[in-house]
């Protein structure tokens, strides 16, 4: 070729991995650190219910409890649950649209080593001088330096803000690859339903992680440069604190479940062997949600005394979200209706999501009448609702999604024996162990409490959830266990494993070769793949010749950027200003590097492609 | 990519959309400066919230003097006005005066500057320091991160004009212009939004 092909360094083993820049690979870095810090969570989830389990126990001390409950909530919204969600973003929408890569593959690499730092520093704090313990929303004014003088909550704010970095990078990047890079014929009416919630969660991430950042920004300066932004003895106010974090956290809740909604339109139409019932409404109720999920952040704030208009009107709004999320239940049972269902593991995680996701949905419609609300708010009614949408909605979906998707992520199938008894256990301990917890809360146990005295009735329910806690950790057992015995296997997965895949990632090899598609696919319609199959077709059809594909060359920058804030930020919570000199200088050494090192990556030529037969 | 695209050695009219890379980032930006929008907006209403609390200190209208905000804004906004003749010379293909608008931009920026540093050292010495109130602390994280970008700014616009001296007006080069083009209009529309709410409405609210 004239332009010639650039000398490239192409890395093994352990570099391979810490400077790689393709997307499926990253997706499977964010899918091993998210499933990391789940077991982390999920093994003090453990203990809180141990603690739990009767009364007046003292298995670990209140402060430890502070620390156990706000790290568990922590690490599983902001290191487990989003770093899955972009694992199966990073190695899915690249495919499901047609594309070669990610708009930004570089920046893509420096999301998930800003995420994973920031998860490891805000982690670190067991070891070094404890865990934030002001519990995840972190209140003003028990998050200030007044009543949490050790440094667990600056390691909060840090650890947040710089995993939050990765956060607002990755919802970029995910939306200028929708934008820009489809394939011809691809047309956003033709996306698959996880494209499209991955590009609305995108939007939410962009338009929402900026207030955390301020958020946490105005925290920091309060604990280590004696600002007054919640501090009222000199002017601050500490409802603003709410206002902000809720403005971000609401947004939140949908950034996390919308591709929870994706994942289980995937999973239900190949399983059901029928096009998904009213693509269409499910698109347009995917925006909505994703719109009215900003208007009502204040529903978390209902005893604080901002007043029956503002209350109405918070009210109001949130019970508008049952229809949108009415309408794609009603979607995913229509297409349920008459298909020729077929019962494999991720198919039963979907289907359990449906009614434990709509009885979290119930929950929140009760909490969203505001008068009624002062009676559930800080019990563990609150608890039992947002566990049921995220633990029973969210996590079923991932699950779904990583037992449906494992194939194309790694080339072998997890083995359905295992994956079924992942998800009996799962579903039968998470019901017991949240059912319950609706009715201690009408009872009247609030939460985060570290333990309650005998004879208020709340015994029994406590125990019984705590053994539903144990059947949960046997379920995700199972799956640990199913995940190592896969990969002992050899990689035999078909491009299309479960026969009857619908979308573009079944058109091409398990997994997808480094440059996904050789030729660039022709979209004919919504279900591509789908569609060319029915008409007899084996593979997509080409929408151009064969020809050198462009692919960027592997970086370690990202890598010691992130490096860099993470050294930055042990600087600021130890008030060691020159050494969080030298990391920020680390991290814009490297960012002046990444400017002026002329990089026009490599080609992979026709041969080539031609000698690995696809 | 800029192998295939400018191998017979001519610019295209936009080098800056060019390539599906040039096309990328600038999408990307404009996407980022949505979300620094809502950083900023965040920022704003923090400051409202909390801007009458004083706690004893100096007010906004005793402490303001418009006469200084004034030039600052005439400095700004005049540098957004040479930041596009830069960008209007990158389209005509003319690296040289690209780099000298490049220039004017910046020593404009450094002057705004200058005059927030010399604006911040008297508010300082007029007991207005950041730990003072509640208004102190929301002013100068307001306006310090402005002045912040204003200062990212120059040491990325900078680094651009040497990367074009070093490599001329390519379509590599030429988005990573217009973004920064792109960056320095924003914090311009920034600070009249910071001039409004910060400056005008301190003096007569």
Same mark, same amino acid.
């Given at each position: 070729?004239?332009?010639?092909?650039?000398?490239?360094?192409?890395?093994?083993?352990?570099?391979?991995?810490?400077?790689?820049?393709?997307?499926?690979?990253?997706?499977?870095?964010?899918?091993?650190?998210?499933?990391?810090?789940?077991?982390?969570?999920?093994?003090?989830?453990?203990?809180?219910?141990?603690?739990?389990?009767?009364?007046?126990?003292?298995?670990?001390?209140?402060?430890?409890?502070?620390?156990?409950?706000?790290?568990?909530?922590?690490?599983?919204?902001?290191?487990?649950?989003?770093?899955?969600?972009?694992?199966?973003?990073?190695?899915?929408?690249?495919?499901?649209?047609?594309?070669?890569?990610?708009?930004?593959?570089?920046?893509?690499?420096?999301?998930?080593?800003?995420?994973?730092?920031?998860?490891?520093?805000?982690?670190?704090?067991?070891?070094?001088?404890?865990?934030?313990?002001?519990?995840?929303?972190?209140?003003?004014?028990?998050?200030?330096?007044?009543?949490?003088?050790?440094?667990?909550?600056?390691?909060?704010?840090?650890?947040?803000?710089?995993?939050?970095?990765?956060?607002?990078?990755?919802?970029?990047?995910?939306?200028?690859?929708?934008?820009?890079?489809?394939?011809?014929?691809?047309?956003?009416?033709?996306?698959?339903?996880?494209?499209?919630?991955?590009?609305?969660?995108?939007?939410?991430?962009?338009?929402?992680?900026?207030?955390?950042?301020?958020?946490?920004?105005?925290?920091?300066?309060?604990?280590?440069?004696?600002?007054?932004?919640?501090?009222?003895?000199?002017?601050?106010?500490?409802?603003?604190?709410?206002?902000?974090?809720?403005?971000?956290?609401?947004?939140?809740?949908?950034?996390?479940?919308?591709?929870?909604?994706?994942?289980?339109?995937?999973?239900?139409?190949?399983?059901?062997?029928?096009?998904?019932?009213?693509?269409?409404?499910?698109?347009?109720?995917?925006?909505?949600?994703?719109?009215?999920?900003?208007?009502?952040?204040?529903?978390?704030?209902?005893?604080?005394?901002?007043?029956?208009?503002?209350?109405?009107?918070?009210?109001?709004?949130?019970?508008?979200?049952?229809?949108?999320?009415?309408?794609?239940?009603?979607?995913?049972?229509?297409?349920?209706?008459?298909?020729?269902?077929?019962?494999?593991?991720?198919?039963?995680?979907?289907?359990?999501?449906?009614?434990?996701?709509?009885?979290?949905?119930?929950?929140?419609?009760?909490?969203?009448?505001?008068?009624?609300?002062?009676?559930?708010?800080?019990?563990?009614?609150?608890?039992?609702?947002?566990?049921?949408?995220?633990?029973?909605?969210?996590?079923?979906?991932?699950?779904?999604?990583?037992?449906?998707?494992?194939?194309?992520?790694?080339?072998?199938?997890?083995?359905?024996?295992?994956?079924?008894?992942?998800?009996?256990?799962?579903?039968?301990?998470?019901?017991?162990?949240?059912?319950?917890?609706?009715?201690?809360?009408?009872?009247?146990?609030?939460?985060?409490?570290?333990?309650?005295?005998?004879?208020?009735?709340?015994?029994?329910?406590?125990?019984?959830?705590?053994?539903?806690?144990?059947?949960?950790?046997?379920?995700?057992?199972?799956?640990?266990?199913?995940?190592?015995?896969?990969?002992?296997?050899?990689?035999?997965?078909?491009?299309?494993?479960?026969?009857?895949?619908?979308?573009?990632?079944?058109?091409?090899?398990?997994?997808?070769?480094?440059?996904?598609?050789?030729?660039?696919?022709?979209?004919?319609?919504?279900?591509?793949?789908?569609?060319?199959?029915?008409?007899?077709?084996?593979?997509?059809?080409?929408?151009?010749?064969?020809?050198?594909?462009?692919?960027?060359?592997?970086?370690?920058?990202?890598?010691?950027?992130?490096?860099?804030?993470?050294?930055?930020?042990?600087?600021?919570?130890?008030?060691?200003?020159?050494?969080?000199?030298?990391?920020?200088?680390?991290?814009?050494?490297?960012?002046?590097?990444?400017?002026?090192?002329?990089?026009?990556?490599?080609?992979?030529?026709?041969?080539?492609?031609?000698?690995?037969?696809? | 990519?800029?192998?295939?695209?400018?191998?017979?050695?001519?610019?295209?009219?936009? $080098?800056?959309?060019?390539?599906?890379?040039?096309?990328?980032?600038? #999408?990307?930006?404009?996407? +980022? /400066? %949505?979300? !620094?929008?809502?950083?900023?907006?965040?920022?704003?209403?923090?400051?409202?919230?909390?801007?009458?609390?004083?706690?004893?200190?100096?007010?906004?209208?005793?402490?303001?003097?418009?006469?200084?905000?004034?030039?600052?804004?005439?400095?700004?906004?005049?540098?957004?006005?040479?930041?596009?003749?830069?960008?209007?010379?990158?389209?005509?293909?003319? $690296?040289?005066?690209?780099?000298?608008?490049?220039?004017?931009?910046? #020593?404009?920026?450094?002057? +705004? /500057? %200058?005059? !927030?540093?010399?604006?911040?050292?008297?508010?300082?010495?007029?007991?207005?320091?950041?730990?003072?109130?509640?208004?102190?602390?929301?002013?100068?994280?307001?306006?310090?991160?402005?002045?912040?970008?204003?200062?990212?700014?120059?040491?990325?616009?900078?680094?651009?004009?040497?990367?074009?001296?070093?490599?001329?007006?390519?379509?590599?080069?030429? $988005?990573?212009?217009?973004?920064?083009?792109?960056?320095?209009?924003?914090?311009?529309?920034?600070?009249?939004?910071?001039?409004?709410?910060?400056?005008?409405?301190?003096?007569?609210?």
């Amino acid at each position: 070729m004239a332009h010639g092909s650039h000398a490239v360094k192409r890395y093994t083993g352990i570099m391979n991995w810490l400077t790689t820049v393709d997307h499926k690979k990253i997706g499977i870095l964010y899918l091993l650190a998210g499933g990391f810090f789940f077991l982390i969570g999920g093994l003090e989830a453990v203990l809180i219910r141990i603690q739990l389990w009767k009364p007046l126990n003292d298995f670990v001390s209140p402060d430890t409890f502070n620390q156990l409950i706000t790290m568990h909530g922590t690490t599983m919204i902001f290191l487990a649950v989003m770093p899955v969600i972009f694992g199966l973003m990073n190695c899915i929408v690249p495919l499901q649209i047609g594309a070669r890569d990610v708009a930004f593959p570089f920046l893509n690499a420096l999301g998930f080593w800003t995420f994973f730092f920031g998860g490891v520093l805000l982690n670190v704090s067991w070891f070094l001088g404890g865990a934030p313990d002001a519990g995840w929303t972190s209140y003003v004014p028990l998050a200030s330096t007044a009543f949490s003088d050790g440094p667990g909550v600056d390691y909060y704010v840090l650890g947040l803000q710089i995993s939050g970095i990765g956060s607002l990078l990755g919802g970029i990047n995910f939306l200028v690859t929708v934008i820009n890079m489809r394939a011809p014929g691809m047309s956003f009416m033709r996306m698959p339903m996880f494209t499209w919630a991955s590009f609305v969660t995108s939007m939410l991430i962009l338009l929402a992680f900026p207030a955390l950042t301020v958020g946490l920004v105005a925290l920091m300066f309060d604990r280590i440069f004696d600002g007054n932004f919640f501090d009222p003895s000199a002017g601050g106010n500490i409802m603003l604190w709410e206002h902000i974090f809720w403005i971000f956290g609401h947004p939140e809740v949908y950034i996390l479940i919308l591709p929870a909604f994706g994942i289980i339109s995937e999973v239900v139409t190949t399983f059901s062997r029928k096009r998904l019932f009213g693509y269409s409404s499910m698109v347009f109720a995917t925006v909505l949600i994703g719109f009215l999920g900003f208007m009502v952040w204040a529903h978390h704030m209902f005893t604080s005394g901002l007043g029956p208009v503002a209350n109405a009107l918070f009210s109001i709004a949130t019970m508008l979200i049952a229809v949108p999320t009415g309408i794609k239940v009603f979607n995913w049972l229509f297409t349920l209706w008459g298909g020729s269902i077929k019962f494999t593991a991720p198919m039963l995680f979907a289907v359990g999501f449906i009614p434990t996701f709509v009885m979290g949905g119930v929950t929140g419609v009760m909490l969203a009448a505001a008068p009624a609300d002062y009676q559930y708010h800080d019990s563990y009614f609150v608890v039992a609702h947002f566990h049921y949408t995220i633990v029973g909605g969210l996590v079923s979906g991932l699950f779904a999604g990583v037992h449906y998707w494992w194939p194309k992520i790694f080339g072998r199938k997890l083995n359905e024996t295992l994956g079924k008894m992942t998800f009996w256990f799962f579903i039968i301990g998470f019901h017991m162990t949240f059912l319950i917890q609706h009715f201690l809360g009408l009872l009247g146990m609030p939460r985060r409490i570290f333990t309650y005295l005998d004879g208020l009735g709340f015994n029994e329910m406590n125990l019984i959830s705590t053994i539903g806690a144990m059947l949960m950790g046997i379920g995700v057992i199972c799956f640990v266990i199913n995940v190592i015995v896969t990969s002992a296997k050899p990689k035999h997965a078909t491009n299309d494993p479960w026969e009857d895949g619908r979308t573009l990632e079944w058109a091409i090899a398990s997994p997808a070769p480094e440059y996904n598609f050789a030729q660039l696919p022709l979209i004919r319609g919504y279900d591509a793949y789908w569609k060319e199959k029915r008409e007899g077709n084996k593979e997509m059809q080409p929408a151009e010749p064969l020809g050198p594909i462009h692919m960027p060359s592997p970086s370690i920058l990202p890598f010691i950027m992130s490096v860099g804030l993470f050294i930055s930020g042990f600087g600021f919570i130890f008030h060691q200003y020159v050494v969080a000199g030298i990391g920020l200088a680390i991290t814009l050494g490297c960012m002046f590097l990444r400017s002026v090192i002329e990089d026009h990556g490599y080609h992979i030529e026709p041969e080539e492609i031609q000698a690995k037969g696809v | 990519m800029s192998g295939h695209s400018h191998a017979d050695g001519v610019l295209p009219h936009e $080098p800056e959309k060019a390539t599906l890379e040039g096309r990328n980032k600038v #999408l990307g930006f404009w996407l +980022f /400066l %949505g979300g !620094e929008t809502v950083l900023f907006g965040t920022l704003f209403s923090v400051f409202i919230a909390l801007r009458d609390q004083v706690n004893g200190g100096p007010t906004a209208n005793e402490l303001f003097s418009l006469t200084v905000v004034a030039i600052a804004t005439l400095i700004l906004l005049t540098s957004s006005l040479t930041s596009v003749f830069a960008i209007q010379a990158m389209h005509r293909n003319q $690296p040289k005066a690209m780099v000298g608008w490049l220039l004017v931009t910046i #020593l404009f920026g450094l002057a +705004f /500057l %200058g005059l !927030e540093i010399y604006e911040f050292v008297e508010y300082a010495h007029e007991g207005h320091t950041f730990a003072a109130s509640a208004f102190s602390t929301s002013f100068y994280s307001l306006v310090g991160f402005h002045g912040g970008h204003v200062a990212f700014g120059i040491l990325w616009i900078s680094l651009l004009i040497w990367q074009v001296l070093r490599r001329g007006l390519t379509v590599v080069t030429a $988005p990573k212009v217009y973004i920064a083009g792109l960056y320095w209009h924003f914090i311009d529309v920034v600070w009249v939004f910071i001039f409004t709410v910060v400056y005008l409405m301190g003096k007569v609210g």
